[in-house]
């Protein structure tokens, strides 16, 4: 099959989860399908086109007023769907907005069928946000499919759609399913580490500033990542006292080097994960966890097995579960290997083939309509 993947930033440079799952899909999907990737051309100094690892990326213009960024998308991603040499089978958009709804309208257009593959739970959290509320139900509902990450996403979203959109929750309901992240798998065996590791975009929603203020005084901890809230990050530090080292935007090998060193991980969320990929990460390489109950992670973590759970914005809780990491090495190890254990099933070969399967399924039908 075609698969055309819409989103709208794309490696290489400071992204966030869902653009590294995306590249990643791209790659493993390249395996065995034709892959186009569309996305923004941002920073303007990216190729228009580019070929790499087997599938191919086309950047479109990107502007900087806000209001006419969106017509433009919606407009440059329909024409350049219809300038490929090869029309797709189906378009896979990652998040709701703007490639969901482009991907939709542009779909409906050209007669592609397209899949909108939900990331965050801002997308959903309808209450919280007036735009989504009016919007992200209308694209579900003219989507050929909808993607979640994991089971806890999918009730949320059931929930929240049976509360603010009940007209359309049958309809959606009827084409969702669930496809996690994808995970490669580091060999063991794993020695234990040292210090705490976080890891992501330095941005409000990830609540680094909990994770600083909860580390001062308690044991060195790496910020693996890069974003607005940096200089205010490393001013809290200095004011707490705490040990950070600002590691700046991490590759796929540093990272995998963050991970195998830490004593443990933390993941200090506030809002806006999906099935967070820096936790399944940090699993993967058997850390003891600690994470806060964002609708992902409760797929995930089950407190006291395979890692802790303490609430959001709470530093004195989260001081004292990494203190209860740091202080029991049996403890940790065996969280650790739990973690290990959990995480196994989102190995790429067994996720890559469910993607395929639904995709298949979507596509099917659409011929069929």
Known sequence: MHVAILIGR?????????????EAWARRLAGRHRVTVITRRDPPTQPARESREGFEVVRLPMSRVPLWRTVADLTGIERALRALPARPDVLLCFQTFVSGLAGVRAGRALGIPAVVWIRGEEEYRLGRSRVHRMLSPRVWAAARGVLVQSDQNRLV????????????????????????????????????????????????????????????????????GDGPERAALE??????????????????????????????????????????????????????????????????????????????????????????????????????????????????????????AVLARWISQAGAA
């Open 235 to 356: 001013a809290l530090a200095r004011e707490t006292g705490a040990d950070v080292t600002f590691t700046g935007f991490a590759g796929r090998a540093e990272l995998a080097e963050r991970y195998r060193d830490a004593g443990c991980f933390v993941l200090a969320s506030r809002r806006g994960e999906g099935l967070p990929n820096v936790l399944l990460e940090a699993m993967a390489w058997a850390r003891p966890v600690i994470a806060t109950p964002c609708a992902g992670s409760l797929d995930l973590v089950v407190d006291g097995v395979n890692g802790l759970l303490v609430p959001a914005d709470d530093p004195a809780a989260m001081r004292a579960a990494i203190l209860r990491v740091r202080g029991d090495a049996a403890f940790a190890s065996r969280l650790g290997a739990e973690a290990r254990r959990t995480v196994e099933r989102f190995a790429w070969d067994t996720v890559t083939a469910r993607l395929e």
């Open 10 to 22: 794309f490696p290489p440079g400071v992204v966030g989860g869902a653009e590294i799952q995306a």
């Open 157 to 224: 979203l059931l929930r929240e759609l049976e509360r603010y959109a009940p007209a359309v929750m049958p309809r959606v309901r009827d084409k969702l399913d669930v496809v996690p992240n994808g995970l490669d798998l580091p060999g063991g065996p794993f020695a234990p580490g040292s210090g705490v590791l976080g890891a992501g975009r330095l941005i409000d929603d990830k609540a680094f500033d909990v994770l600083v203020r909860a580390t001062a005084g308690v044991a060195p901890l790496t910020l693996a």
